[in-house]
Nanobody, 125 residues
Framework: HVQLMESGGDSVQAGGSLRLSCVAS??????MAWFRQAPGKEREGVGA???????RYADFMKDQFTISRDNAKNTLYLQMNSLKAEDTAMYYC??????????????????????WGQGTQVTVS
């Protein structure tokens, strides 16, 4: 079993930056991902990273966010730059036991993940 704990959410001004962290405890997850959910909207994928560090992003995130991981610390990161008001959302960490994240666009399917964190709030004004 895996427990995920996100941190780093905050209220920032537009144009600012934040780095979110997600610490995994219990079994070591391989594929990990970030999702976000804005008020009144569906949860959407931000990016995912395989156990070997290969990452993939939603097209609209690619130049703004960077996903990375430190396997020695069992920690997933999301560096967010040039934040905009529309980035305001609850950000969730997700993990699956499989080494590789689902291929193609399937990494964005919520059903592909076995574990979820409680989320960390990002507010951009």
């Amino acid at each position: 079993h895996v427990q995920l704990m996100e941190s780093g959410g905050d209220s920032v001004q537009a144009g600012g930056s934040l780095r979110l962290s997600c610490v995994a405890s219990g079994s070591t997850p391989r594929c990990m991902a970030w999702f976000r959910q804005a008020p009144g909207k569906e949860r959407e994928g931000v990016g995912a990273i395989d156990g070997d560090g290969r990452s993939r992003y939603a097209d609209f995130m690619k130049d703004q966010f960077t996903i990375s991981r430190d396997n020695a610390k069992n920690t997933l990161y999301l560096q967010m730059n040039s934040l905009k008001a529309e980035d305001t959302a609850m950000y969730y960490c997700a993990a699956r036991v499989g080494f590789y994240c689902p291929t193609g666009s399937r990494w964005r399917d919520l059903s592909g993940y076995d574990y979820w964190g409680q989320g960390t709030q990002v507010t951009v004004s």
